[in-house]
């Protein structure tokens, strides 16, 4: 069996290699970015220059090469300034990178402490259950609790028994109209009241139907049920008062050792650990808006670069591209020709890294949806108290090749925490949380710790019988267990 907090670290390996990978992912498209704002910087350079060419070659006066450099220093002015506030998102996002190390170690350090003070309850609980076991006074309460609660469940079937009947034998009877109408006004009780026409039409049809003699039947029928629910109720509070007797004699062995006191720092040190979680979990989803924001500047999608490219057409829209290339053909000299190609080069080049951001985008995507996937699956397992000292997996080596899986994007995070929930169990650390009394339905009133999920809806799974087992453990009521 795999302790919870070894397989909490395997979740977390694969999360961390995850977040590598999308690092490695995210440092080539900033490399494609990159050459790709250059390759348009060298766009604009030939642009600027074929313009330069146009102007003169078609004499306009009220459009001078001043007047596009003031367009370019404008530009350039804009572009520095986006590239300023970039730096400063980038400085906040290594900041909460930093942060979140930070609380990850911060939580290693506080649930040491947890461990420790869990131990320390264990070692108490363990010693008190090896005196209880020992205890004749305890362990015959212990017998005399568990005959009661036999007594008690076969009251319990028997009264289930009786209302089922009573349900299914009863329906012939207040489905009769005749039947249903005589039993509803009491007829042949002292309680029926009635005119003389009244008393003679209902005793005619009383006659008709047999009506006293299936009145009795139905009576009983009720009855029965009825008696033997009180009855139940009645051993279900005598052996209550059994358990409640055992639970007494369990607490007073806890307050010798302080096993409240001990319990208490334990949950101390467990809301220490929550509150360490929740702080990494917000740092995420702001470490997430910032990485998004990342991703806008890239892809030039946020709203300086809107600005910018805005700016960048109207100097096209008035520059007149398609002219551009005309004039350069028409002219003699060959600089303008090589200043065409090498346009056309680049556009070619810009085509390819185009489509090569296209493929790591979507490779980036992907993986930015694992991550969030496998931070729901650490959240949900730390939530559920499944990295607990006393928490373990049955079947670990399917677990570790369902982690390596899950990695390898062949395992989805869903069908891993299925397989969690069926294979975790309370581990045998010495010490029961279902002994003596709280191995009895209703037993809640154990001193031993029982640990539950963060929202206290869930509990650990004791092991099966044949490979663990727990001390005096008794087994639920046939009936589901309710008492």
């Known amino acids: 069996m795999q302790e919870g907090m070894k397989t909490l670290e395997g979740i977390e ?53 001043k007047n596009e450099d003031s367009f370019s220093s404008e530009i350039a002015q804009m572009i520095a300034k986006r590239a300023q506030r970039y730096q400063k998102l980038l400085t906040e996002i290594e900041q909460q990178q930093h942060r979140l190390a930070s609380l990850e170690d911060q939580r290693a350090q506080k649930h040491t402490l947890l461990d420790n003070a869990a131990k320390e309850v264990i070692k108490a609980e363990h010693h008190i259950q090896t005196l209880l076991e020992e205890d004749k006074a305890y362990q015959t309460q212990l017998k005399v609790t568990r005959e009661r609660k036999k007594i008690a469940e076969e009251a319990e079937k028997k009264a289930l028994e009786a209302e089922q009947r009573r349900y299914e034998k009863g329906k012939p009877y207040e489905e009769d109209a ?45 009855e029965i049920p009825k008696r033997l629910r009180l009855h139940a109720d009645e051993e279900k509070e005598a052996y209550m008062h059994k358990l409640g007797l055992l639970s007494q004699i369990e607490h007073t062995y806890a307050k010798r050792v302080e096993l409240s006191k001990l319990q208490a720092k334990e949950k101390e040190q467990q809301e220490a650990v929550d509150a360490v979680d929740d702080e990494i979990v917000e740092t995420e989803e702001k470490l997430k808006f910032l990485i998004e924001q990342r991703q806008s500047y890239l892809e030039d999608k946020d709203s300086a670069a809107d600005q910018i490219i805005s700016q960048i057409n109207q100097i096209l829209l008035k520059m007149q591209l398609s002219e551009l290339e005309r004039v350069a053909h028409e002219t003699a000299e060959k600089e303008d020709d090589n200043l065409v190609w090498k346009l056309k080069e680049l556009k070619a080049s810009a085509t390819k890294i185009q489509n090569t951001i296209k493929m790591y985008r979507k490779l980036y995507d992907s993986k930015i949806t694992q991550m969030h996937e496998v931070e729901v699956l650490r959240d949900k397992f730390k939530k559920s108290r499944y990295d607990d000292i006393r928490s373990g997996f049955e079947n670990d080596r399917v677990i570790k090749e369902m982690l390596g899986g899950l990695l390898g994007g062949l395992v989805h995070s869903s069908v891993l925490w299925d397989t969690l929930q069926q294979n975790q169990r309370h581990m045998d650390t010495g010490a029961w949380p279902d002994f003596g009394s709280g191995g009895f339905s209703g ?30 453990r008794v087994d639920d009521f046939s009936t589901g267990g309710g008492f």
């Open 13 to 65: 390996h694969v999360l961390h290699s995850i977040r590598k990978e999308i690092e490695r992912i995210d440092q080539e498209l900033e490399l494609l970015f990159s050459r790709s704002q250059e390759n348009s910087k060298e766009q604009t350079k030939v642009l600027d220059a074929l313009a330069k060419i146009y102007f003169l070659q078609i004499e306009k006066k009220d459009v001078t090469v």
């Open 178 to 222: 005749l039947f249903s109408y005589l039993w509803r006004v009491k007829y042949g009780t002292s309680e029926y009241q009635g005119s003389r026409l009244v008393k003679m039409l209902d005793s005619w049809v009383a006659s008709l139907i047999s009506y006293e003699k299936y009145r009795v039947n139905y009576w009983t029928l009720l």
């Open 443 to 472: 037993g809640n009133g154990s001193p031993w710790h029982f640990p539950k999920s963060r929202d206290g809806e869930s509990m650990f799974q004791l092991p099966d019988f044949g490979g663990f087992s727990s001390r005096n």
